[in-house]
């Protein structure tokens, strides 16, 4: 009940931050520039780049936005989720569309700056965030789902810079995707009993903890292959293959350190250090363009 209070008192630009989560879009952004810079192969000049993250933040806000508006009343059913902003009553559902429609105009105007390609594509996208929130009632693979959706980021940026589509950015889309699946499904190893008894439908529920931490394993390790076959195509440097074993590194040690007779730290596996591997990552490719 404090904690409910004191959400009341924030301000509401604090709770837009808290209810998006904003600080995840570490996770996605880094990956952006990654897609940027490596379409040049150097620095895009400084006003592409701030549009490519204005872009990124509002579709990123905007598809927290729709999953947490579609799931509020499964939110408030789930002990775990049922403090969030809107299941516990600390912004309105009015408040919470209206976040999303600004937005899906901060998204509109950032692409009204970039390439004309990415605007015709959006669409695309837009509809992969709506739809996203679904997918876990009548599908497992919904952590792929995720994954393809949030791996569009550096594809949209490579577009972004470049000017056309090209084949080499979908290996980064690729990377990203089972990256992101894996970690979705850690994190899913939370709500298993919940979701059984919703008839949600994440792999951890459908198959197992054990087995989905498995499934988890071979994503990472497709993940760090894709990254390593896109240095490899572009002809990157050391410093890219240096980045790429720590992060290979860093995957393995955060594979390790959940089972399923010891979830106590899936938290970290699922915000330290996915943080710290797609800034690692952001980190050597920078070095290796620039060096």
Sequence with gaps: MAELRHRSELKLPVLFARFVKLEHSIFA????????????????????????????????????????????????RNPRTASRELPAGALRMDQAIAFCTFSLAALAVA???????????????????????????????????????????????????????????????GAVMFWIAGFDIIYACHDVEFDRREGLRSLPAAIGIGKALWLTRIFHLLSVGLLAA???????????????????????????????????RVNTAFMTMNGVISIIYIVFVTLDISL
């Design 230 to 264: 896109e240095g490899l195509v572009l002809s990157r440097g050391a410093f890219y293959f240096i980045g790429v074993g720590i992060v290979a590194a860093l995957l393995a040690w955060e594979n390790s350190i959940v089972s399923a007779k010891d979830l106590s």
């Design 111 to 173: 692409l009204s700056r970039l390439p004309e390609l990415t605007w015709f594509l959006s669409p695309v996208v837009v509809a992969a965030f709506a739809i996203y929130p679904y997918t876990k009632r009548f599908t497992p693979l919904c952590h792929l789902f995720l994954g393809a959706t949030i791996g569009l980021a550096p594809v949209g940026a490579w577009i972004a810079v470049r000017y056309h589509m090209a084949w080499q950015p979908w290996l980064l889309w």
């Design 29 to 76: 952004l880094p990956f952006a520039y990654a897609g940027a810079f490596l379409a040049l192969g150097r620095f895009p000049i400084w006003q592409k780049m701030l549009w490519i993250t204005v872009a990124m933040v509002a579709a990123r806000s905007l598809a927290m936005g729709l999953n947490r508006i579609i799931d509020a009343e499964i939110d408030a």
